[in-house]
């Protein structure tokens, strides 16, 4: 398995919740590292990413200041810190790769389409 992704769950609003993915040291090393989810009914969408370097990250509006994505090189993992979790943050995180090697090590790829290798996903559901 390339990316895996744990730490999914029931959570009420307000709660936090740590999301963590664990790729393979190639995959860690030489892709560009990103969370996107995936609502009931609607698209999938950009959440939270680092370059390919792991020195730039960025995030979607919509959880900027509340998300954080971190990363632990010698765990070749990556995490995503959910605080003040919102009813509307209910989905189906993915943890996802960029491969495409064209692109520079301080890109980040911010849609869905970017990414081409894809873990499992982890279920997120927060109560209000």
């Known amino acids: 398995v390339q990316l895996q992704a744990s730490g999914g769950g029931l959570v009420q609003a307000g709660d936090s919740l740590r999301l963590s993915c664990t790729a393979s040291?190639?995959?860690?090393?030489?892709?560009?590292l990103g969370w996107i989810r995936q609502a009931p009914g609607k698209e999938r969408e950009f959440v939270a990413a680092?370059?390919?370097?792991?020195?730039?990250?960025d995030y979607a509006a919509n959880v900027k200041g509340r998300f954080t994505i971190s990363r632990d090189n010698a765990k070749t993992t990556v995490y995503l810190q959910m605080n003040d979790l919102e009813p509307e943050d209910t989905a189906v995180y993915y943890c996802a790769a960029d491969g495409r090697g064209y692109t520079s090590n301080f890109y980040i790829p911010r849609r869905a389409d970017e990414y081409t290798l894809w873990g499992q996903g982890t279920l997120v559901t927060v109560s209000s």
């Open positions: 040291g190639r995959i860690f090393s030489n892709y560009a």
């Open positions: 680092f370059s390919r370097s792991g020195r730039s990250a």
